[in-house]
């Protein structure tokens, strides 16, 4: 299992910007899809931005051209770059690790950020 922190939520105007992080422990993670995913209150999380080892991404319809997922494997480091920030983005974000031949669901999850998006 891989160990995740997530940091960097907190509340933002309409229109603002935050950027998360989530710090990984373990020499495995180069080879791990990392994924960023979001839930609100009576609904199912749901995919945000993810990014292979390769560095290929994805992103949800609702956040292409206002989020960028990245990753240093260095510092064992993913980060999710939010901008444009609207109401509806508010949720509880999670990371997460997996390793490409099993689904995102077996992985290891961190404890959540909360983005709050309001005036």
């Known amino acids: 299992q891989v160990q995740l922190v997530e940091s960097g939520g907190g509340l933002v105007q309409p229109g603002g910007s935050l950027r998360l992080s989530c710090a990984a422990s373990?020499?495995?993670?180069?080879?791990?899809?990392m994924g960023w995913y979001r839930q609100t209150p009576g609904k199912q999380r749901e995919l945000a931005a993810a990014i292979t080892g390769g560095g290929s991404t994805e992103y949800a319809d609702s956040v292409k051209g206002r989020f960028t997922i990245s990753r240093d494997n260095v510092k064992n480091t993913v980060y999710l770059q939010m901008n444009s920030l609207k109401p509806e983005d508010t949720a509880v974000y999670y990371c997460?690790?997996?390793?490409?031949?099993?689904?995102?669901?077996?992985?290891?999850w961190g404890q959540g950020t909360q983005v709050t998006v309001s005036s």
């Open positions: 373990g020499n495995i993670f180069r080879s791990y899809t």
């Open positions: 997460n690790a997996h390793h490409p031949k099993i689904d995102f669901s077996g992985g290891s």
